[in-house]
């Protein structure tokens, strides 16, 4: 059989195919489609393999699959590139005769084909990749949430291989391993854009004023209860930067706003702040409190001397702003007043020429 005629009785049973009753259903539906969708990228996969065609073949196999599927939008040649890849990512996935078992089993059903192509090219790492998929499923985060999430590199942030807390020692395993997952080391601040000399309080200030972008750097779960909480020990009154509440967890979730380096005071005063929470604020049905000290850098040798044999859970995490750029090149950046000159300095000239420009009419 001749290279035509080969592709030619391949591109019948193709189409065929994909108008079964078996693979076909209605293309708009999001698991059938990805279905058919790494049907075609396998085939392709399968002949190229088989016949030595190059990527020629794709060029034309999407101009007879529109051809012959006109109202179907997905068959572009950028499209078949990456229903190949698809294919070629996760070829464990099988194609029999208990499709609709495949589909509600497998999380890459699950998520929108736009959810896989940015994944496909952002994300080399399959463990990372089947890691992305899962947490858009369980977040429901949508495709621009997702590229938010792989650009702060919350992959690599929360399996970090050393993460400074006591959790395990002070949490039972499965919620231990839960408050593990929900901790990140950096937190990504970028969004609040504050200058280098930001007080504690104008950073908790900005993150409240952001709650929106805060909440979702934060992840899934975290309800925001109020900032400046107060609570008292003995005579004397002390106020919680933030409180959230964990819905997963069914914890309060203390944190702790640093601006300088981690100091071991720091963890003997959030564990008094916790001992409190629990005893006046936390329900029976609550697991314990957990608080979380957010710092501008840390030793972690030093965090974890100063977090044992403490009772209550803590966790010790870096957080990075806008500003924490290399010194060669944020001295090259204006500041803060110079900005504000500058704009002044603007708004003057244009009155000028405004002025200028009436005089002559």
Same mark, same amino acid.
């Given at each position: 059989?001749?290279?035509?005629? $080969?592709?030619?009785?391949?591109?019948?049973? @193709?189409?065929?195919? !994909? +108008? =079964?009753?078996?693979? *076909?259903?209605?293309?708009?539906?999001?698991?059938?489609?990805?279905?058919?969708?790494?049907?075609?990228?396998?085939?392709?996969?399968?002949?190229?393999?088989?016949?030595?065609?190059?990527?020629?073949?794709?060029?034309?196999?999407?101009?007879?699959?529109?051809?012959?599927?006109?109202?179907?939008?997905?068959?572009?040649?950028?499209?078949?590139?990456?229903?190949?890849?698809?294919?070629?990512?996760?070829?464990?996935?099988?194609?029999?005769?208990?499709?609709?078992?495949?589909?509600?089993?497998?999380?890459?059903?699950?998520?929108?084909?736009?959810?896989?192509?940015?994944?496909?090219?952002?994300?080399?790492?399959?463990?990372?990749?089947?890691?992305?998929?899962?947490?858009?499923? $369980?977040?429901?985060?949508?495709?621009?949430? @997702?590229?938010?999430? !792989? +650009? =702060?590199?919350?992959? *690599?942030?929360?399996?970090?291989?050393?993460?400074?807390?006591?959790?395990?020692?002070?949490?039972?395993?499965?919620?231990?391993?839960?408050?593990?997952?929900?901790?990140?080391?950096?937190?990504?601040?970028?969004?609040?854009?504050?200058?280098?000399?930001?007080?504690?309080?104008?950073?908790?200030?900005?993150?409240?004023?952001?709650?929106?972008?805060?909440?979702?750097?934060?992840?899934?779960?975290?309800?925001?209860?109020?900032?400046?909480?107060?609570?008292?020990?003995?005579?004397?009154?002390?106020?919680?930067?933030?409180?959230?509440?964990?819905?997963?967890?069914?914890?309060?979730?203390?944190?702790?706003?640093?601006?300088?380096?981690?100091?071991?005071?720091?963890?003997?005063?959030?564990?008094?702040?916790?001992?409190?929470?629990?005893?006046?604020?936390?329900?029976?049905?609550?697991?314990?409190?957990?608080?979380?000290?957010?710092?501008?850098?840390?030793?972690?040798?030093?965090?974890?001397?100063?977090?044992?044999?403490?009772?209550?859970?803590?966790?010790?995490?870096?957080?990075?702003?806008?500003?924490?750029?290399?010194?060669?090149?944020?001295?090259?950046?204006?500041?803060?007043?110079?900005?504000?000159?500058?704009?002044?300095?603007?708004?003057?000239?244009?009155?000028?020429?405004?002025?200028?420009?009436?005089?002559?009419?």
């Amino acid at each position: 059989m001749t290279p035509n005629k $080969q592709y030619k009785s391949w591109l019948a049973e @193709l189409k065929q195919n !994909i +108008s =079964t009753v078996r693979l *076909q259903t209605s293309l708009q539906v999001n698991a059938n489609m990805l279905m058919v969708y790494w049907y075609v990228g396998k085939q392709i996969l399968e002949k190229q393999e088989v016949h030595g065609w190059g990527s020629g073949v794709i060029k034309q196999l999407a101009v007879d699959l529109r051809k012959s599927f006109p109202d179907t939008k997905g068959f572009s040649e950028r499209n078949l590139v990456y229903m190949r890849q698809f294919a070629a990512e996760y070829s464990n996935v099988l194609i029999t005769q208990t499709v609709s078992a495949q589909i509600q089993s497998s999380s890459l059903f699950k998520i929108s084909w736009s959810h896989h192509t940015l994944l496909l090219d952002k994300i080399e790492d399959l463990e990372a990749r089947l890691w992305y998929i899962e947490q858009s499923i $369980q977040n429901g985060w949508s495709v621009r949430v @997702l590229d938010y999430q !792989i +650009s =702060t590199h919350l992959y *690599q942030r929360q399996h970090k291989k050393k993460k400074t807390t006591n959790f395990h020692l002070t949490l039972p395993k499965e919620q231990s391993d839960l408050a593990s997952q929900i901790l990140n080391d950096p937190y990504n601040f970028e969004f609040l854009q504050i200058g280098q000399d930001v007080s504690e309080r104008e950073l908790e200030t900005q993150l409240t004023n952001h709650i929106q972008q805060f909440l979702l750097e934060l992840g899934a779960g975290f309800a925001y209860v109020g900032r400046q909480f107060k609570l008292k020990l003995g005579r004397k009154e002390y106020f919680l930067d933030l409180l959230f509440y964990h819905l997963h967890l069914r914890s309060f979730i203390v944190i702790e706003l640093k601006m300088g380096e981690f100091e071991p005071e720091f963890a003997g005063k959030m564990n008094a702040y916790l001992n409190t929470l629990n005893k006046d604020y936390k329900n029976a049905s609550d697991n314990p409190s957990i608080g979380i000290i957010l710092c501008n850098s840390k030793d972690e040798v030093e965090v974890e001397y100063a977090l044992q044999g403490l009772p209550h859970p803590i966790g010790v995490s870096q957080y990075k702003t806008m500003h924490s750029l290399p010194k060669n090149l944020r001295d090259k950046l204006p500041s803060v007043k110079q900005l504000k000159d500058a704009v002044k300095e603007f708004n003057q000239l244009q009155k000028k020429h405004l002025a200028k420009a009436k005089s002559k009419r």
